[in-house]
Nanobody, 124 residues
Framework: VQLQASGGGSVQPGGSLRLSCAAS????????MTWFRQAPGKEREFVAA???????SYTDSVKGRFTIDRDIGKNTVYLQMNSLKPEDTAVYFC???????????????????WGQGTLVTVSS
């Protein structure tokens, strides 16, 4: 299983970025695909997930600003990030795991498969 994350960069506050996570060796339609992020000196935190059923969930701080979507044909998950804030600055990781129930989606320790991380910097 390989997850290839891309799309990070530097933007000013209020700007937008779209992250991509291309999966190989695993069907995105059969697993939970999730974005986490980790800022310097902080714990890895849940950002957004799309469950194998298609259901989506977000952490409160990104609701209304971020959108997670998947393209089953391309086996890719996207994170559209709008109205970015300096506190969104972090390394963003995509992760995948089969067999997760809803209550465990937000626990990074539940995931076996990880992408390499892509840096998002929001600064003026």
């Amino acid at each position: 299983v390989q997850l290839q994350a891309s799309g990070g960069g530097s933007v000013q506050p209020g700007g937008s970025l779209r992250l991509s996570c291309a999966a190989s060796g695993i069907a995105s339609s059969r697993v939970a695909m999730t974005w986490f992020r980790q800022a310097p000196g902080k714990e890895r935190e849940f950002v957004a997930a799309v469950h194998w059923s298609g259901g989506k969930s977000y952490t409160d701080s990104v609701k209304g600003r971020f959108t997670i979507d998947r393209d089953i044909g391309k086996n890719t998950v996207y994170l559209q990030m709008n109205s970015l804030k300096p506190e969104d600055t972090a390394v963003y990781f995509c992760a995948a795991q089969a067999g997760l129930i809803t209550s465990t989606l937000r626990n990074h320790r539940a995931y076996s498969h990880w992408g390499q991380g892509t840096l998002v910097t929001v600064s003026s």
